[in-house]
Each structure stands twice: as structure tokens, then as C-alpha cells.
């Protein structure tokens, strides 16, 4: 009896040792098939959504969500549940891009998306693709978009936007639109767009008009070198940020530059001038409730600049019309044409803040230095304010094409990857 007894102890500590090994078993074959990379670790633990949320969704470009794939095949579909696409042409071929977003858009399973951003080239070759583009955002309730097709040839290569079911969307919030013909229908209907950029387009009246009525909560608008119009009459309640971001002529007109602008805008709060202005006067007409200005431009012809006499008219105008506004920050672009009417006796008002004072501009041959009417100890006492303030000026003034900048890497490797239905992925070259 005692003998059996002992041989069932032995039979027990036997499974005992058994079941202790067999976990370390299970692991190892885990490791093996969960791990494309041979290692487990705590990131491939992490669950789907974590994943496509705090990882995938960070990512600046779609092709890197892609390329997350080959870390694990567990990860391999998750970038077709990331809602927001991002697609940038650097030095790929044209073709080869126009069929890797084709591609990636194909396999992508969302229905619903936050973001869609496409920077590229373009010409005629690919109006097809883009209205197939077009009509993806809009099916896909895109709620913010980035849309910058610049053309390498001529005006004739311009992207006509024309499509109904565009300028008819109640699922835009903010929209850039870069290097496009707009040319709707009928009314313009963003009901619930509070951000619009436009970018290097023709602007008619009428069509300026039609948007401003159609966009009933738009709260932000910024012109980033448009031409086609002579006023701007923003008398919709809603609007209270106004970028102006430089202003171009008509290539016909660049030798005979006599454009006058007039901005009407009795509501805005907030009012920024920055960049080149390629036109003889841009004049403030009913803008009572400003509260904020930022005066940061050139204003120049197309082979050279405006006379001096023109630069100091047009920026006291300025600032004798900016009187009632709580602040107005000039950037160094201004600098020296307020440096010589400071020095012919013009005292500028209290609310006047000089950015950038000792930039190289400030110290040229046709600058001099500030008499004591300018308040240098309110400049340097907003030193850290100005810098900001000067680098967000800097960042507005520049193409919104920024979002399609990237780093030495990304202008090296511009392929679009996408996957097929099988395990591996495929490159579209």
C-alpha cells in the first residue's frame, strides 16, 4: 500500500513537472508566430485600438502607417482602420503616385474619415483620378482636408473643382485649397466649416460672396496670394480672424501694377498682413472691431519694389485707420519703412508694438534709429512674445503646401506602399 502510494507521488510530481514546462512551450510558439521580428514585446500586446489611436494615427504620413506591417503580421491590416490619410508627392514619379494612393485608397476600410490631406503635382493627364479623389472625400464624410495640386506647365493644367457634392457638404469643418479653379454650380453650402484657406486661385466677387453666405459658422479665413478681386466684403457675423497672405497680380499685369484692394470687414476681431503684396494700395475701410492687427508684408512690383514714398504712405494709413485697436504688432518687414516716418517726426499711437527691431533689415543704409517716440523698453519687455509672434507670422506667410514638408528621409523614399490581399507587402513603383 505504501508502495502505491509512493508511485502515485511519483505520478503526481511527474505531471507537476510536466505542466510547469508546458507553458514555457506555449510561449515560445507564441513568440514565434505573433513576432514577425522573432521577440515579443509590450507593444504587440497593446490592443487594435490603442494601436490605430495612439500609435498609427500619429504618424505623419500614410506610407509610414503602412510600413508598420512588417513589424508584426498582427499590424499589417490595422492602417486601413486609421481615419486620417495623408499623402504627399515629393520626387516620385507623377504616374507612380497617382497609382499608389489609387491603390491605397482601394484597400482602405473606413467609412468615415477625421482627415484627408493630399499634396501633389498635377496636370491634365490626371483629371480622372482627382474627380474619383474628390468623390472619395465626399463619400467618406472627409471632415478635414488639405488639397494642393500645383501644376508644373501652364494655367490649362490647372484642377477645375466643380463637382455638386463638394460645394454641397455638411461634413467639411476645415478646408485648405491650394492651386485649383473653382467653378460651382450653383450655392455654396458649408454649413458647419468654421476654417477656410485658400491658396493661389483666381477669386471672383461673386464667388466670394457665394462662399461667405454658404459658410454660416466660418470663423476663420485666410487668402494666401489669390488675385481676381478688388474688395473683400466680409459682413458675415461669424468670420473674426482675417489672414491676408499676400496679394499677386495677373501674369498680363505684372508691368502695369495699379490693383487696389479694400477690405471691408466691420466684425473681424483679429487681422493679419503678411507676405508679398503685388499691388499699388490695399486700403482698411470699415473695421471697427478689431482688437488685434498684425502688419508683417512687402509690398512690392514684379521687377522691383515700391518706392519708399509708397511703403511709408500705405503703413501710416495703416496705423492711423488701427487707432481704436488694443494691439498692433509690426513685423521687421515694416520695420524700416516705420524707421523713416519716425525719423520725419510721424508719433505712431500707444498700442504699436515693434517686432524684430535688430533684425539686419532695421540697420540697412535707408534705416535709422527710432527717436525717442518709439516705445523700445514695451518692444524688449515683449521679447519672447515677438518671437512667437514673428515665427507664427513666418509659418502663415508660407505656402500651405508646409503640411507636404518633411525630412531628408521622406524626400529620399517618396513611395506609397499599400498592401495586397496576401501577407506580404508590395511597393508601388
Not at 54 to 79: F, P, V
Not at 134 to 139: F, L, M, S, V
Not at 271 to 292: F, G, N, P, R, Y
Request: aromatic share 8%.
Amino acid at each position: 500500500m505504501e508502495e502505491t502510494d509512493n508511485n502515485k507521488s511519483s505520478g503526481d510530481t511527474m505531471e507537476t513537472s510536466v505542466q510547469l514546462k508546458h507553458p514555457k512551450r506555449i510561449k515560445t510558439q507564441q513568440q514565434t508566430s505573433d513576432s514577425a521580428g522573432g521577440g515579443e514585446d509590450r507593444i504587440s500586446l497593446l490592443p487594435d485600438c490603442l494601436i490605430i489611436e495612439e500609435i498609427l494615427s500619429r504618424l505623419d504620413y500614410t506610407k509610414d502607417a503602412i510600413r508598420t506591417g512588417t513589424l508584426s503580421k498582427r499590424w499589417q491590416h490595422l492602417w486601413t482602420l486609421v481615419p486620417n490619410l495623408t499623402f504627399i508627392h515629393h520626387n516620385q514619379p507623377p504616374l507612380d503616385f497617382y497609382l499608389s494612393v489609387n491603390t491605397t485608397l482601394t484597400h482602405h476600410q473606413l467609412n468615415k474619415l477625421n482627415k484627408f490631406h493630399l499634396s501633389a503635382t498635377y496636370d491634365n493627364r490626371f483629371e480622372f483620378q482627382v474627380n474619383n479623389w474628390i468623390r472619395y472625400i465626399t463619400n467618406h464624410e472627409v471632415q478635414d482636408l488639405f488639397l494642393s495640386l500645383w501644376n508644373m506647365n501652364d494655367d490649362e493644367d490647372e484642377f477645375v473643382l466643380k463637382d455638386g457634392s463638394f460645394f454641397n457638404n455638411s461634413h467639411f469643418t476645415h478646408l485648405h485649397l491650394g492651386e485649383c479653379v473653382y467653378d460651382p454650380t450653383g450655392p455654396i453650402s458649408w454649413a458647419n466649416l468654421t476654417s477656410l484657406s485658400i491658396s493661389n486661385g483666381k477669386l471672383s466677387h461673386d464667388l466670394i460672396a457665394n462662399i461667405l453666405s454658404g459658410s454660416p459658422l466660418l470663423d476663420t479665413l485666410r487668402l494666401d496670394c489669390c488675385y481676381g478681386y478688388s474688395r473683400l466684403d466680409i459682413t458675415s457675423k461669424s468670420v473674426k480672424h482675417l489672414e491676408f497672405s499676400g496679394y499677386t497680380a495677373q501674369e498680363d499685369e505684372y508691368d502695369d501694377l495699379d490693383d487696389i484692394i479694400e477690405i471691408n470687414a466691420p466684425y473681424i476681431s483679429s487681422l493679419t498682413i503678411i507676405d508679398s503684396l503685388m499691388l499699388a494700395k490695399l486700403l482698411l475701410l470699415e473695421v471697427s472691431s478689431l482688437v488685434k492687427v498684425s502688419l508683417n508684408y512687402t509690398k512690392c512690383g514684379y521687377y522691383e519694389k515700391s518706392s519708399k514714398e509708397e511703403e511709408e504712405e500705405m503703413l501710416k494709413r495703416f496705423i492711423l485707420h488701427l487707432r481704436h485697436a488694443k494691439e498692433v504688432k509690426i513685423g521687421k518687414f515694416c520695420v524700416k519703412a516705420l524707421t523713416r516716418l519716425t525719423a520725419k517726426g510721424f508719433i505712431f499711437p500707444p498700442n504699436l508694438q515693434i517686432l524684430d527691431a535688430a533684425s539686419p533689415l532695421y540697420s540697412d543704409s535707408d534705416s535709422m534709429e527710432l527717436v525717442d517716440g518709439c516705445d523700445n523698453d514695451s518692444s524688449h519687455n515683449e521679447s519672447s512674445d515677438n518671437d512667437s509672434s514673428h515665427n507664427e507670422s513666418s509659418d502663415n506667410g508660407s505656402s500651405d503646401s508646409d503640411a507636404s514638408n518633411s525630412d531628408s528621409d521622406e524626400s529620399r523614399d517618396s513611395e506609397e506602399l499599400v498592401f495586397d490581399d496576401g501577407p506580404e507587402a508590395d511597393e508601388v513603383n
